[in-house]
């Protein structure tokens, strides 16, 4: 699977590479987002979405795993870059209860969610 993470500003910024956030990308996806907020330290992840395409429920509900991990510690999950179609698809299962939405992964750090 294709991923790149950074922190910034102790947020860890992780970009997904594939357009199809399906099974065996969410899958993948836990365990190195996982892996790379331990590393880190951080308790927020941006999760970039810019390449994505489409995100199957299994996707969702990683995403929504992480979430609630995180907010165990204080932490939370903000998504960048989401295109109309996943972030339509995102909100229709409420995602936007766990995560927030922004434009872009510097507005999503600067909004300390």
């Known amino acids: 699977m294709n ?4 922190v910034r500003d102790g947020v860890l910024v992780l ?3 594939e357009a199809n956030f399906n099974f065996t990308v969410a899958v993948a996806f ?3 987002a996982r892996e790379a907020l331990e590393e880190s330290g951080a308790a927020r992840l941006v999760l970039d979405l810019a390449p994505v395409e489409f995100v199957d429920s299994l996707g969702v509900g990683m995403i929504a795993a992480v979430a609630a991990g995180l ?4 932490g ?3 998504i960048a870059n989401a295109s109309s179609i996943v972030r339509t698809a995102m909100e ?3 995602l936007e209860t766990v995560v927030s939405f922004h434009e872009s992964v510097e507005a999503a750090i600067r909004s300390g969610k």
């Open 71 to 74: 907010k165990s510690r204080g």
């Open 76 to 78: 939370g999950v903000a």
């Open 92 to 94: 229709a299962v409420r």
């Open 30 to 32: 836990r365990g190195y």
């Open 15 to 17: 970009r997904v590479g």
């Open 3 to 6: 991923f790149e993470k950074e």
